[in-house]
């Protein structure tokens, strides 16, 4: 048996929302849209990874997800370009990622970084 993907399923009554952040402003696709599910993606490249944390690093909240981007400060021009609150950071961090956190339409924290 092998693992082939992981999928964080997040539950909203308005599976619309998602669209600003996730396809909008990071530019993820809609890889499925069942109505009741809406799933974003990118068919280039996805990893299997699953983190389990006591907190987020550097004292911080454990985030509910991270996504891992090509241009942090360019993904965080996005996100504060449409409104949505930035929590934690730009910080370069001691481990090798410049990140931040922000909230996504459904309050989750959402860890934005980049290897550097």
Do not use: C
């Not at 993904?75 to 609150?85: D, N, T, V």
């Amino acid at each position: 048996m092998k693992v082939k993907r992981i999928v964080a399923n997040i539950k909203t009554q308005d599976i619309t929302a998602a669209k600003s952040f996730y396809q909008d402003v990071l530019g993820l696709e809609l890889l499925m849209d069942h109505g009741w599910i809406g799933t974003y993606g990118s068919d280039e490249e996805m990893s299997i990874q699953i983190s389990f944390a006591s907190q987020g690093g550097s004292g911080t909240p454990t985030p509910d997800l991270s996504i891992e981007v090509d241009d942090v400060d360019d993904a965080l021009e996005r996100m504060k370009k449409a409104g949505f609150p930035i929590q934690y950071g730009p910080i370069d961090e001691p481990w090798g990622v410049r990140r931040f956190y922000v909230r996504d339409p459904f309050g989750r924290l959402i860890n934005i970084l980049a290897h550097v």
